[in-house]
């Protein structure tokens, strides 16, 4: 993979890989430690690990993503609606063992997949066919994230997305400098470099490139004006005709099989600032 896409500002990109905002109304709503968190807290030991669990619930039922950080203010009013302590519970100290198991409880609770499963292959053919259709990078990020909502799959964090999204961006654009090395002849290449040459003679003006002159139709009936038209668009046409076997050879993207996918669609709504 080359260069990670430059997709998301700083700014975006910190808005998605951190956790929502809740408002105090909203946490003492989304927070409510229902019968259903009761019955999944029971398969769980130590409080600390009830917090830690209780606020990634929360946080990937309202967005489709685990989060590597945790707001204090939620740990918080966790603790004070379980009555524990909460001077000692710091996220810091969620351990990547207790992170696996509680992803692995809560994925199976919501019904979602993760892009490390079968799902991988669903995103990169959906990637696959965004850029098929010229869709640039930050457009494709956003239909991704869509898509991966619908298809309940637990949205990335920003760096992995991009990442897949560049390792795609990077097949197509190999695949079309195989396309134009197996197909363009040594007349198409010499005709499309001509366009790229200096013309130094005076009437060429401050404009020195043809290239930059088969932009410029003029619209006027003077004569001259005319006759430069046709013979612009003669030249244009005769490149076409040495070129048009590269134009029409179809882009086909490696793809991998579609995996179905089954489950219960978790309830995602849209973070709030």
Not at 103 to 117: E, N, V
């Amino acid at each position: 993979m080359t260069k990670r896409l430059d997709i998301l500002s700083k700014k975006n990109i910190d808005f998605h890989n951190n956790p929502p905002k809740f408002d105090f109304e909203q946490r003492k709503n989304y927070f409510y430690i229902s019968k259903e968190i009761k019955d999944l807290l029971s398969k769980i030991r130590s409080k600390e690990n009830k917090v830690y669990f209780v606020v990634s619930y929360v946080y990937l039922k309202e967005t489709a993503q685990f989060y590597t950080k945790a707001y204090q203010r939620d740990i918080d009013f966790v603790c004070k609606a379980l009555d524990f302590d909460c001077a000692k519970i710091s996220w810091e100290d969620y351990n990547k063992d207790s992170r696996r198991t509680h992803k692995k409880i809560l994925l199976s609770h919501f019904g979602l997949s993760s892009l490390d499963t079968s799902a991988n292959s669903e995103a990169t053919n959906k990637i696959s066919q965004l850029l098929r259709q010229n869709k640039n990078p930050r457009s494709i990020f956003y239909s991704m994230i869509n898509f991966l909502r619908e298809s309940d799959i637990v949205i990335p964090s920003y760096e992995d997305l991009a990442d897949h999204i560049t390792t795609e961006h990077d097949n197509k654009n190999r695949t079309l400098i195989d396309i134009v090395e197996q197909n363009l002849t040594k007349e198409g290449k010499e005709k499309l470099e001509a366009l790229l040459v200096k013309d130094e003679s005076e009437s060429a003006g401050k404009t020195k490139y043809k290239l930059t002159h088969t932009k410029r139709f003029s619209h006027s009936t003077k004569l001259n004006k005319i006759r430069t038209n046709i013979q612009l668009h003669k030249d244009l046409y005769d490149i076409y005709t040495v070129v048009r076997t590269v134009a029409y050879t179809p882009l086909v993207l490696p793809t991998k099989r579609r995996v179905s996918q089954s489950g219960v669609a978790a309830t995602t709504n849209n973070k709030t600032n």
